[in-house]
């Protein structure tokens, strides 16, 4: 599933990449190193709790997801390739309501700009791991990817808010993914509002 969004995104990049430029560009924030911190709301529309054991399997329960969500201050690091195409590596803390829990999600953030204007839209993605924490519990992985839109508040200094598929999957037993007897998947909608500088 994974693969059908990296496809296309990998595919604009590279057309915009070789776009016309524009006399109407961003001369400050399309270039160069940047930070983005910004806050976001998770709201997680399924979970399940999947449990594997040598006789069954694999067995998946859902969860109760009634009034189910997250908040999540991230901030990424990184640099304009080009006025079209930035990476950078990204922190958070996600905390989690109903059920209660915190993850530590640390991401590669790549970034499509359809522009290279001081307004821009852009797609996103964010894929990465998450470190141990609360006991050493819950580490696992992260994808998320969506829209967004960038536009200037002030100077140099850009605003940025986006919306996305939010995707997790969380250890319970502290081992990896992949070794793990016990783990969650949380899917939902994020929006996301930051700045950009």
Same mark, same amino acid.
């Given at each position: ?22 006399? &109407? ?72 309501? &109903?059920?209660?829990? &915190? ?95």
């Amino acid at each position: 599933m994974k693969q059908q969004f990296i496809i296309p995104i990998l595919l604009l990049l590279f057309v915009n990449s070789y776009s016309q430029e524009n006399s &109407n560009h961003d001369e400050f924030r399309n270039k160069g190193f940047f930070n983005i911190t910004k806050l976001s709301y998770i709201n997680v529309s399924s979970a399940k709790l999947e449990t594997f054991n040598p006789v069954d399997g694999v067995v998946a329960t859902s969860l109760n997801v009634d009034k189910a969500h997250a908040y999540s201050l991230q901030t990424i690091n990184g640099y304009f390739f080009s006025p079209y195409f930035s990476a950078g590596i990204g922190v958070g803390l996600d905390g989690y309501s &109903n059920p209660n829990f &915190n993850t530590l999600p640390i991401f590669l953030d790549l970034r499509a700009y359809f522009s290279d204007e001081a307004k821009s839209l852009y797609l996103y993605m964010d894929y990465g791991t998450m470190a141990k924490i609360d006991g050493g519990k819950n580490n696992g992985s992260i994808f998320n990817i969506g829209l967004g839109y960038k536009f200037p508040l002030k100077d140099r200094l850009m605003f940025v808010t986006d919306l996305g598929y939010s995707y997790k999957s969380i250890s319970n037993d502290g081992l990896s993914i992949r070794k793990s007897e016990s783990w969650v998947q949380a899917k939902g909608l994020i929006l996301s509002f930051g700045i950009i500088f």
